[in-house]
């Protein structure tokens, strides 16, 4: 009998190019950080008295810091001891600056649509990096994928115009092989796009920025001894035992009775979450109301949604029928993982992770706390702003399966990028509409899959597991509610048909060489990437 868990063997293989041998330049390149505001007052929950630590609002300082990109700035991808954690701070692997007087880490950039970014990475981390950005609509000079990796003691810059609606995206670390760990140790940061539609809506909506309209990086961490974090070169699906929320573990967040807006991120390199809002004791409706790329036309009522890593979500939630002392959980609630790939064999993947919930566990990720303050009636627009219809009339498909191979590579098609490394696996033509058709082996688990360079719609969703087609809302096509925007990353669950289609119009000339790989980070670095090219 064929073991798909072997897919280990090819972990065994990957940390063959591990870190290890990194470890004195990295000891040499940690350093106490720059006068970082302190972490919040916090104790330890003895019991069941979690969530005593006051989330994290992006301020002028420190971690998530709030940068406006209206002038060119330098980020240090560096180790700086941080407070995370109670006790002592942790070694954090960071994009670090000094951004008008206030040192800054993974700082939460804002740029308008039409802006110029200009950020130069200097890299000080004692490995190649790079600064890829996420969702954005670039060229491969400015993409940050591991085709131009930014060597020890090296700067580069990324200078564009940034070209996308309004939206939360991110940016994180993406050179070969090493996506996993540097992520997980902290690189990665988010970009808030802003447009006029934006801002318009949030002035009919009324939800300042920071008070009622707050940003959730969510991400969970494998914290070692002496509070590091700790990761393992050339482990599978990297999930971690303490979950963050703007970096701080089981945060508090009081409310009004009234609407808020969250926009929630998923920065973990392979824990999918189930998020919902609970309250006496069952989730409490809200409203999706964009996706990756900005946006949606229209609010739709959902109950929950699904947040595999790299993917986000704009939700409203409203506080208003709650009475004053009451307190709703940002639940992950449980669902089948559908980890298929993975046979009984008396081997326990959760030894890699101590202490860690397994995926599809039911985590409890936050609390809000409804107080005295104004009782605002909830006014929603029945319409948000412009979608364009998707336009995949006339055209070609191309198909890719995803699966596992006997040896336990994860494959897309017949192509992995440890055996076939930089060369193009296919090419695109430059201002083609394709339909993309992604089927997952049933002999397999959910695959983020995230597209470089361009953004995408879903049109259609087949042979869908249960608790996909349970929240379908269009029945005909298969889709959810998460269907319905801009997407940048997809999940295929297995024995899942996923059809996207994509524009490949674009104003960069010559050759760009783009990713196509799935955002489980473990999978991504044991090859499951492959590149392909946009030509005239």
Known sequence: MTDFSRRRLLARFAAGIGTAWLAPSIARARRTAPQLPPAPAHRDPPGDDRFTRPLRIPSADGLLAQVRLAQAIELTARVDVLPVFSGRASGVWNYAGSIDGHAVANPLLIARRGELLDVTLVNRLGQDTTIHWHGLRVDEANDGSGLHPVQHGQDYRYHFRVDNRAGLYWYH????FHTGEQVHNGLAGLLLVEDEEELALRRTLELPWGQRDIPLLIADKQLGSRNGLAYKAGADDWIGNRVLVNWVPE???DVDPALYRFRLANLSNARMFHPAFVARGKALPFWLIGTDGGLLDKPVRVDDCYLAPAQRLDVLVDFGGLAD????????????PMENDAAATGEDPMLEHP????MGAELDLMELRVGKGPRVRARLPAALARLDPVAAGGAATRKFRVRISDSGRWMINDWNFLIDGHAPAFGVRRGEREVWEFSNEFRSMPHPLHVHGFQFRVIERRKSPKQIVSRQVDRSKGLTAQDLGLL??????PGETVRIAIDFAQPFRGKQTYMLHCHNLEHEDQGMMVAFTVDD
Request: net charge negative; aromatic share 10%; glycine share 6%.
């Open 488 to 493: 940048d990353t997809v999940v295929v669950w």
């Open 173 to 176: 670390a993406h050179p070969h």
């Open 325 to 336: 002392g009451e307190r709703v959980l940002l639940r992950s609630l449980a669902y089948d």
């Open 251 to 253: 945060p508090c967040f």
């Open 355 to 358: 202490g860690a919930a397994p």
